[in-house]
């Protein structure tokens, strides 16, 4: 199984920046994609950004140019860098993995962390 760890939300101004990081726990699973998901209240999750087969990334339309995607091997960790936040970004935020086992797959989420962005 794959066990996913979130950090490093919180309350920022409007225009500032949050870093989310994304701890994978060691695992017999391959992960070959990993990204991030956001749910603000009232709506449905949406994708904000992610790693696909192959290294690419893609970004929601709204976060383009704000946001970047990241990932440490060596450390399992995933990261999403969030600058020029603004009120909308506010939301719970999810990291996500896919990952394989031989013919076993797995999806697997982490516990979500809260970003608020208010003056």
């Known amino acids: 199984q794959v066990q996913l760890v979130e950090s490093g939300g919180g309350l920022v101004q409007p225009g500032g920046s949050l870093r989310l990081s994304c701890a994978a726990s060691e695992s017999t699973f391959s992960i070959y994609a990993m990204g991030w998901y956001r749910q603000a209240p009232g709506k449905q999750r949406e994708l904000v950004a992610g790693?696909?087969?192959?290294?690419?990334?893609n970004y929601a339309d709204s976060v383009k140019g704000r946001f970047t995607i990241s990932r440490d091997n060596a450390k399992n960790t995933l990261y999403l860098q969030m600058n020029s936040l603004k009120p909308e970004d506010t939301a719970v935020y999810y990291c996500?993995?896919?990952?394989?086992?031989?013919?076993?797959?797995?999806?697997?989420w982490g516990q979500g962390t809260q970003v608020t962005v208010s003056s």
């Open positions: 996500y993995a896919d990952a394989y086992s031989g013919s076993s797959y797995r999806h697997a």
């Open positions: 790693f696909i087969s192959g290294g690419s990334t």
